[in-house]
């Protein structure tokens, strides 16, 4: 089963945390049920960005990027080439090392 470090987020996870979830779990549905309530306000739909996360080590074991992520991606706060949303970001035997960014944009909560 691999392992996700996720290193510290100010208010997700301010000491950081390693969790563990079988290949085929997406990184967020890994986080939330670790404990660590990632927005995800399209519940984990591909429709929106709140659960942008960059993966620091293990990118290549994930499964390639659809032109819908890549869209989508490109409205997210702090994209890196190796940005992912959390949702589309499939588990493999690979162990993961994500960080959370700092800001994240919800229109549905900033009411736009």
Request: charged share 20%; with cysteine.
């Amino acid at each position: 089963m691999p392992t996700i470090k996720i290193l510290p987020h100010h208010e997700l996870c301010p000491q950081g945390a390693s969790i563990s979830a079988p290949a085929g779990t997406s990184v967020c549905e890994a986080m939330l049920e670790n404990g660590i309530a990632i927005e995800h306000a399209c519940d984990m739909s591909c429709a929106c960005t709140t659960c942008h996360v960059i993966v620091r080590e293990g990118f290549a074991s994930l499964g390639e990027l659809d032109e819908t992520e890549e869209d989508l991606l490109d409205r997210a706060w702090g994209l890196e080439p190796q940005s992912r949303l959390g949702c589309q970001a499939i588990l493999a035997q690979q162990d993961l090392v994500v960080e959370i960014p700092k800001y994240t944009i919800n229109h549905a909560r900033e009411n736009h």
